[in-house]
């Protein structure tokens, strides 16, 4: 990257949660070059194929460039910041006054800096008096966070990556990392070949994750929770459980193990429900019995699930029962998909969240309103995204603020989602492209935003380390920072003093202030330590993992107990019997699986402007068991139809070893705006698990018609 004499800047990958750092230098053409950050303690100087290419999608060509309203049905024109911003303002105080504070909502991005996120929360929950501000993080880890804070009264991951080089068995569990997070998946990988670390894959469909296990287990769909229930009994019968830590730190054990042996009282009868070999479950079962550090990864697999809370608490109960959690190479490990869902975490961006880890108690709503001097502050958790968007079709929510992300593409019932955005009475959006299916359900006013290279300001990663995302290009047009929109409209709704921020680093400071205050240590959540930092040590800040307290601070949580419930012990949950939110028919006889590809995020609006990461797998596809397939007669590379009883789209199909029968795998990558096969969001059903209200997005019933 120093090959153009240009000094590198030091940022992060706006991609996935594994939070690489990167080195960017200007080449002096308006683009720049890239590389890995050989001091970034996520990645010592690895990139994937994503990070690598990112210098590929620098250009302006697809960037919105310019604020833009329309009038009535007429098209969008070019208008002035202040006008744009007097609308938003003017929208959101008229709804308010005629339908109250709920008929007004924000929806958010996990590719959001932790900046915008903050000033987002803090006008809707403390100055507009509603906390309907969720994010597409709902989409990815929102079942982590209600399991974290169901076991250990905290959304707080115990451990960090070194575990990951430190373990001797490392579990996968809903995870394609070699694909998702490739970087992480590397340094197993590395662990594997010094230390000769063990590596079991636990998901339904054999991915390049599964082909690179010692043990793979092709579980049922939505049975995860099965395979730990029955690990749960077999620890406790071969006396392979930590006595004294259950006693000393944990709460409803004995309920929890009773209602593991009612689900799975031995092997045999675990290995049946979750639909594996018996002797595949005994030798997982006898590994992770026999080794002392034990990491379980888990991933969309996971939480993408009508029972995603259930499945994390199963996985934590069995790390909680060995006391395996929080000492080096050992702990349940959420990987985190976005790369700023763990920054948004952090200052409320779920609409049950209030900022700084906060709840919506009393006491919480009471100690956040002071801090902000907020008039209007929300005293009860908003909608959560998919029961957002079935608000906005009833016609309950009438204004909406989208920033950064595409829920005409990437929420469940997708058709209905942009029905329901095409009858808002008002509809803003912030992004920095000037075309998605969001951007085409007409919205009355557009705003353009920086994107990565442009943005300053902080990430954090899956192993809670706060990062710096630098700028190294200059702002094209007019795009201006998410949060500094925010704040103009904050201002025009009266409120100067609460949003007088005049840079990254001052919202940063009040964020890390906030989450120091009257915190007394009854808070995971604390960056009292990063509270005072100047403009020169926020710019100079080097990736930093909290805690940040002051001196002498752990990496890891819980080690020695001392979880944030109110007797400071963790909770066991006892696990409930799974079950797929909806069965196969006969009209809908296949399971449809959704996820990502290697080389492509979310929609594509980003790596789809690079020809190296679009030459891996150029058109959107649905893998399909050969067996079903010829039973079917679908031929490899043939059209097929993938439809649900809410949407369908047509697409090229691959016949794939690896896909179970019965089941159909379709990546969420491509929409309308990237080719002519449809949406895949629309066939999703959206049914919610009841804790995190994250939708279920691995289990559809669909059926498959040759075109
Ligand atoms: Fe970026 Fe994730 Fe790849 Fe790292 S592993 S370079 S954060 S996409």
Same mark, same amino acid.
């Given at each position: 990257?120093?090959?153009?004499?240009?000094?590198?800047?030091?940022?992060?990958?706006?991609?996935?949660?594994?939070?690489?750092?990167?080195?960017?230098?200007?080449?002096?053409?308006?683009? $720049?070059?890239?590389?890995?950050?050989?001091?970034?303690?996520?990645?010592?100087?690895?990139?994937?194929?994503?990070?690598?290419?990112?210098?590929?999608?620098?250009?302006?060509?697809?960037?919105?460039?310019?604020?833009?309203?329309?009038?009535?049905?007429?098209?969008?024109?070019?208008?002035?910041?202040?006008?744009?911003?007097?609308?938003?303002?003017?929208?959101?105080?008229?709804?308010?006054?005629?339908?109250?504070?709920?008929?007004?909502?924000?929806?958010?991005?996990?590719?959001?800096?932790?900046?915008?996120?903050?000033?987002?929360?803090?006008?809707?929950?403390?100055?507009?008096?509603?906390?309907?501000?969720?994010?597409?993080?709902?989409?990815?880890?929102?079942?982590?966070?209600?399991?974290?804070?169901?076991?250990?009264?905290?959304?707080?991951?115990?451990?960090?990556?070194?575990?990951?080089?430190?373990?001797?068995? /490392?579990?996968?569990?809903?995870?394609?990392?070699?694909?998702? !997070?490739?970087?992480?998946?590397? &340094?197993?990988?590395?662990?594997?070949?010094?230390?000769?670390?063990?590596?079991?894959?636990?998901?339904?469909?054999?991915?390049?994750?599964?082909?690179?296990?010692?043990?793979?287990?092709? /579980?049922?769909?939505?049975?995860?929770?099965?395979?730990?229930?029955?690990? %749960? *009994?077999?620890?406790?019968?071969?006396?392979?459980?930590?006595?004294?830590?259950?006693? +000393?730190?944990?709460?409803?054990?004995? +309920?929890?193990?009773?209602?593991?042996?009612?689900? +799975?009282?031995? /092997?045999?009868?675990?290995?049946?429900?979750?639909?594996?070999?018996?002797?595949?479950?005994?030798?997982?079962? &006898?590994?992770?019995?026999?080794?002392?550090?034990? /990491?379980?990864?888990?991933?969309?697999?996971?939480?993408?699930?009508?029972?995603?809370?259930?499945?994390?608490?199963?996985?934590?109960?069995?790390? %909680?029962?060995?006391?395996?959690?929080? &000492?080096?190479?050992?702990?349940?490990?959420?990987?985190?998909?976005?790369?700023?869902?763990?920054?948004?975490?952090?200052?409320?961006?779920?609409?049950?969240?209030?900022?700084?880890?906060?709840?919506?108690?009393?006491?919480?709503?009471?100690?956040?309103?002071?801090?902000?001097?907020?008039?209007?502050?929300?005293?009860?958790?908003?909608?959560?995204?998919?029961?957002?968007?079935?608000?906005?079709? $009833?016609?309950?929510?009438?204004?909406?603020?989208?920033?950064?992300?595409?829920?005409?593409?990437?929420?469940?019932?997708?058709?209905?989602?942009?029905?329901?955005?095409?009858?808002?009475?008002?509809?803003?959006?912030?992004?920095? *492209?000037?075309?998605?299916?969001?951007?085409?359900?007409? =919205? !009355?006013?557009?705003?353009?935003?920086?994107?990565?290279?442009?943005?300053?300001?902080?990430?954090?990663?899956?192993?809670?380390?706060?990062? &710096?995302?630098? +700028?190294?290009?200059?702002? =094209?047009?007019?795009?201006?920072?998410?949060?500094?929109?925010?704040?103009?409209?904050?201002?025009?709704?009266?409120?100067?003093?609460?949003?007088?921020?005049?840079?990254?680093?001052?919202?940063?400071?009040?964020?890390?202030?906030?989450?120091?205050?009257?915190?007394?240590?009854?808070?995971?959540?604390?960056?009292?330590?990063?509270?005072? %930092?100047?403009?020169?040590?926020?710019?100079?800040?080097?990736?930093?993992?909290?805690?940040?307290?002051?001196?002498?601070?752990?990496?890891?949580?819980?080690?020695?107990?001392?979880?944030?419930?109110?007797?400071?012990?963790?909770?066991?949950?006892?696990?409930?019997?799974?079950?797929?939110?909806?069965?196969?028919?006969? $009209?809908?006889?296949?399971?449809?699986?959704?996820?990502?590809?290697?080389?492509?995020? !979310?929609?594509?609006t980003r790596s789809g402007l690079s020809p190296r990461l679009g030459a891996h797998l150029p058109v959107p596809f649905a893998e399909i068991n050969a067996e079903d397939a010829a039973r079917l007669g679908i031929t490899d590379g043939a059209m097929v139809r993938v439809a649900s009883a809410h949407g369908a789209l047509a697409v090229e199909a691959r016949l794939a070893a690896g896909q179970p029968r019965g089941t159909v795998f379709v990546p969420i990558h491509w929409s309308?705006?990237?080719?002519?096969?449809?949406?895949?969001?629309? %066939?999703?059903?959206?049914?919610?698990?009841?804790?995190?209200?994250?939708?279920?997005?691995?289990?559809?019933?669909?059926?498959?018609?040759?075109?």
């Amino acid at each position: 990257a120093a090959s153009s004499g240009r000094p590198a800047v030091r940022t992060t990958c706006p991609y996935c949660g594994v939070g690489c750092g990167v080195l960017a230098t200007l080449d002096g053409q308006g683009g $720049a070059l890239i590389a890995g950050d050989p001091e970034h303690p996520a990645n010592f100087g690895r990139l994937c194929s994503k990070g690598s290419a990112l210098g590929e999608t620098l250009g302006l060509e697809t960037r919105l460039l310019h604020p833009m309203a329309r009038e009535g049905d007429g098209p969008l024109l070019r208008i002035g910041w202040g006008t744009a911003l007097d609308r938003i303002a003017s929208a959101f105080r008229d709804t308010i006054d005629r339908h109250g504070p709920d008929s007004v909502a924000l929806y958010l991005s996990g590719q959001l800096l932790t900046e915008d996120y903050y000033a987002a929360n803090k006008l809707a929950k403390g100055f507009l008096g509603t906390a309907n501000v969720d994010t597409n993080s709902r989409l990815c880890m929102a079942s982590s966070v209600a399991g974290h804070r169901r076991a250990f009264g905290s959304d707080t991951v115990p451990g960090c990556y070194e575990d990951l080089d430190e373990a001797d068995l /490392v579990v996968l569990v809903g995870s394609n990392a070699a694909w998702c !997070h490739p970087v992480l998946f590397r &340094r197993i990988e590395a662990a594997r070949a010094r230390r000769g670390t063990r590596v079991v894959v636990i998901d339904p469909r054999r991915t390049a994750t599964g082909d690179e296990a010692d043990l793979f287990l092709p /579980v049922r769909a939505g049975m995860d929770s099965i395979v730990f229930s029955g690990l %749960l *009994v077999r620890l406790a019968e071969h006396g392979a459980l930590d006595d004294a830590y259950i006693a +000393a730190h944990t709460s409803g054990f004995e +309920a929890t193990l009773a209602a593991a042996r009612e689900l +799975a009282p031995d /092997v045999a009868t675990a290995a049946r429900a979750a639909g594996v070999e018996a002797e595949a479950l005994e030798e997982f079962y &006898r590994l992770f019995e026999r080794t002392e550090r034990v /990491v379980t990864c888990y991933s969309q697999g996971v939480n993408q699930s009508a029972q995603g809370t259930d499945k994390v608490n199963a996985i934590i109960n069995c790390h %909680l029962a060995t006391g395996r959690i929080g &000492r080096p190479g050992m702990g349940p490990f959420s990987l985190t998909g976005q790369p700023n869902a763990m920054g948004g975490r952090e200052v409320g961006g779920l609409a049950n969240q209030l900022a700084a880890h906060m709840d919506f108690s009393p006491g919480s709503v009471d100690r956040v309103g002071r801090f902000w001097q907020a008039p209007h502050m929300a005293t009860r958790e908003g909608l959560k995204a998919v029961a957002l968007f079935d608000a906005i079709a $009833a016609g309950k929510v009438k204004a909406l603020w989208v920033m950064g992300t595409n829920p005409a593409v990437s929420l469940p019932r997708a058709d209905g989602v942009r029905e329901a955005l095409r009858g808002l009475d008002f509809l803003a959006v912030s992004d920095n *492209v000037a075309a998605n299916d969001t951007l085409g359900c007409r =919205p !009355h006013l557009v705003l353009p935003a920086l994107a990565w290279g442009e943005k300053d300001g902080t990430v954090t990663n899956s192993e809670r380390r706060i990062s &710096r995302q630098r +700028a190294f290009l200059s702002p =094209p047009g007019e795009a201006k920072a998410d949060w500094w929109a925010i704040a103009q409209v904050g201002k025009r709704l009266g409120h100067a003093a609460a949003f007088k921020w005049r840079s990254a680093a001052e919202v940063f400071r009040e964020h890390a202030a906030l989450s120091a205050f009257e915190n007394g240590g009854t808070r995971d959540f604390d960056l009292s330590g990063l509270a005072g %930092l100047d403009d020169a040590a926020f710019d100079a800040l080097a990736p930093v993992q909290w805690p940040v307290r002051g001196a002498g601070e752990s990496k890891r949580f819980f080690a020695e107990g001392g979880f944030y419930t109110s007797d400071r012990k963790a909770c066991f949950v006892p696990p409930r019997r799974p079950e797929l939110a909806r069965a196969t028919s006969e $009209a809908y006889p296949f399971l449809l699986n959704t996820g990502r590809i290697r080389d492509q995020w !979310h929609t594509m609006t980003r790596s789809g402007l690079s020809p190296r990461l679009g030459a891996h797998l150029p058109v959107p596809f649905a893998e399909i068991n050969a067996e079903d397939a010829a039973r079917l007669g679908i031929t490899d590379g043939a059209m097929v139809r993938v439809a649900s009883a809410h949407g369908a789209l047509a697409v090229e199909a691959r016949l794939a070893a690896g896909q179970p029968r019965g089941t159909v795998f379709v990546p969420i990558h491509w929409s309308e705006a990237t080719s002519s096969c449809g949406r895949l969001g629309a %066939l999703v059903a959206g049914d919610t698990d009841p804790a995190s209200g994250q939708p279920e997005a691995k289990a559809t019933p669909v059926t498959l018609v040759p075109v």
